[in-house]
T-cell receptor
Framework: GAVVSQHPSRVICKSGTSVKIECRSL??????MFWYRQFPKQSLMLMAT?????????EQGVEKDKFLINHASLTLSTLTVTSAHPEDSSFYIC???????????FGQGTRLTVV | DAKTTQPPSMDCAEGRAANLPCNHS???????VYWYRQIHSQGPQYIIH???NNETNEMASLIITEDRKSSTLILPHATLRDTAVYYC????????????FGQGTTLQVKP
């Protein structure tokens, strides 16, 4: 199946700094990617839909100025957590949809720890 | 997309079949039933999906009731590596990648 890769897999940053997470589709072009967040012992929560060449669509309650999403190419979407705080510590997961497939393909996730 | 209900946890003996139920009583005619699983600290993995017919692939079988209000995911010979959280998701065909995850079922396969 198609491969989606996230980088980094783990990151620790200081409170107040920004951190960027990359999501790449390795062997296909993804016009749409999705970002999820997962807190410990909880389910995945959809944060935003990332569309290539246009602004991301954020779910209700997600701060668009805090979670900056850029989808500048058909193979790369980035999520930047700005001015990170300890409560932003979470597991961030991206997925991509591929035309002609009915299932979504997920990255391996990024564990963010803000200290 | 329709809401789903799953038991929070289940146990299964290694080598036995694992049968994971899912209720989706408000499913509409154009909505598919999808199953994904998430092994600890990894991204979700697609397992199988179906509309109204039973489906089988190399990983699992999906049995959908005739009224489509419930389904069962069957792992025919569970192994320890099948220990994971299993998510049943109902979505319309037009919402290909946008998935709304419920709490899922934590399957513990025991030796």
């Amino acid at each position: 199946g198609a491969v989606v890769s996230q980088h980094p897999s783990r990151v620790i940053c200081k409170s107040g700094t920004s951190v960027k997470i990359e999501c790449r589709s390795l062997d296909f072009q993804a016009t749409t990617m999705f970002w999820y967040r997962q807190f410990p012992k909880q389910s995945l929560m959809l944060m935003a839909t990332s569309n290539e060449g246009s602004k991301a669509t954020y779910e209700q309650g997600v701060e668009k100025d805090k979670f900056l999403i850029n989808h500048a190419s058909l193979t790369l979407s980035t999520l930047t957590v700005t001015s990170a705080h300890p409560e932003d510590s979470s597991f961030y997961i991206c997925s991509a949809e591929l035309g002609g497939y009915t299932e979504a393909f997920f990255g391996q996730g990024t564990r963010l720890t803000v200290v | 997309d329709a809401k789903t209900t799953q038991p929070p946890s289940m146990d299964c003996a290694e080598g036995r079949a694992a049968n994971l139920p899912c209720n989706h009583s408000t499913i509409s005619g154009n909505e598919y039933v999808y199953w994904y699983r998430q092994i600890h600290s990894q991204g979700p993995q697609y397992i199988i999906h179906g509309l109204k017919n039973n489906e089988t692939n190399e990983m699992a079988s999906l049995i959908i009731t005739e009224d489509r209000k419930s389904s069962t995911l069957i792992l025919p010979h569970a192994t320890l590596r099948d220990t994971a959280v299993y998510y049943c998701i109902v979505r319309a065909a037009s919402n290909t990648g946008k998935l709304i995850f419920g709490q899922g079922t934590t399957l513990q396969v025991k030796p």
